[in-house]
């Protein structure tokens, strides 16, 4: 298959409420606003979507407090693919909505990798070697090889489901690589690591990417560029990943680089509206002429740093919608604006 190059989308969640209509909703903002490869709406949190459902299977995870904590030695998990109703979703709109599916050149299903979801999974002590020195206060399913790759099988039957329902971009969103590599305590060696994140992606047919938000370390983009996937989809507006690649190391590797030109990282400022918080269309316009000059049209995919999720609670949902369409509609118009500029 090709890679992507030269196209937009989303990260995947939004600031709505987890309802029918707002699934609705979420996904015809993001066509209105002319992005090509709209996600499902992730309306619920990334580490609930997949592990509540293993909760309600009764196979030792329990649920407290909000938190995930495993009663046995073992981590059991579903052999059959779940969550999947974010997909059947998608296929039926776009049954429903022929003319949505003709603005858009592809949809994007965003699950969660598995190192993420092993941190949230706290373990019982005696099951695993927790290093003198760890990163985290909990014992986690993080530390044992073993229960990380089981959660990689798991996430690479559910993703084998999206490939077969059409979704033409997969990502594994995994924020937790980008605090767990890099530093002086690593969990597992780099092979292993290398394994996990191959076993993750490897039923993706079309587009597999990787979502880490925050400060890549250089030891972490050397992880990717030698894993198999083929987006690397990072935050860039905060500047702390601007200089870690070029053309010629995604060439190499034959990477694309999913490069966040939204802020999504947003503090609210007395008595303003939606627009003190827009990007207007010149500003998108430099963001994506850095992209562009840094590692070349073809290996870039433009899109907002991270999820939108994080707005509902500063702004509720109307003023948090208004703010994502007139980003992801600068964005779209600042593409097409420079269609022609751009050889
Ligand atoms: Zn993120």
């Given at each position: ?165 059409g979704a033409d971009i997969i ?54 560029l030698e894993s198999n996937v ?114």
């Amino acid at each position: 298959m090709k890679k992507l190059g030269w196209t937009t989308t989303v990260v995947g969640s939004l600031p709505l409420t987890n309802t029918p209509e707002n699934l609705i909703r979420g996904v015809k903002a993001q066509i209105n606003c002319g992005i090509e490869y709209p996600c499902y709406p992730q309306l619920v949190p990334m580490i609930d979507q997949f592990l509540d459902p293993i909760v309600d299977m009764n196979v030792g995870l329990v649920k407290n407090h909000g938190r995930f904590y495993l009663e046995a030695d073992e981590l059991k998990l579903p052999k059959d693919p779940f969550a999947l109703e974010y997909g059947q979703f998608m296929v039926e709109f776009f049954k429903d909505n022929p003319d949505y599916r003709k603005k858009i050149k592809g949809w994007k299903a965003c699950l969660t990798g598995p190192f993420t979801l092993a941190s949230e999974i706290i373990i019982p002590e005696s099951v695993v070697h927790k290093p003198k020195i760890s990163l985290f206060r909990d014992t986690t399913a993080i530390l044992s090889y073993d229960m990380v790759m089981g959660l990689a099988k798991m996430m690479s039957r559910i993703a084998s489901e999206y490939d077969k329902m059409g979704a033409d971009i997969i990502s594994m969103d995994e924020p937790m690589l980008g605090i767990i590599v890099g530093r002086k305590t690593y969990y597992h060696t780099e092979d292993e690591a290398l394994n996990i994140i191959n076993q993750a992606i490897s039923t993706i047919s079309r587009h597999s990417s990787v979502h880490v938000c925050g400060r890549i370390a250089p030891k972490l983009r050397n992880l990717l560029l030698e894993s198999n996937v083929e987006i690397m989809d990072h935050e860039m507006t905060s500047g702390y990943n601007l200089k870690l690649f070029d053309r010629e190391l995604l060439e190499q590797y034959e990477k694309t680089l999913a490069w966040g030109v939204l802020q999504t990282q947003i503090q609210w400022i007395a008595d303003s509206t939606a627009d003190s918080y827009i990007e207007p269309i010149n500003h998108v316009k430099k963001a994506i002429h850095e992209a562009v000059d840094q590692v070349g049209k073809e290996n870039v995919i433009l899109k907002p740093d991270c999820g939108f999720a994080p707005l509902l609670s500063i702004f509720g949902e109307e003023m948090g919608m208004q703010v994502v369409e007139g980003k992801l509609r600068n964005l779209a118009q600042a593409k097409q604006e420079m269609e022609g500029e751009l050889t």
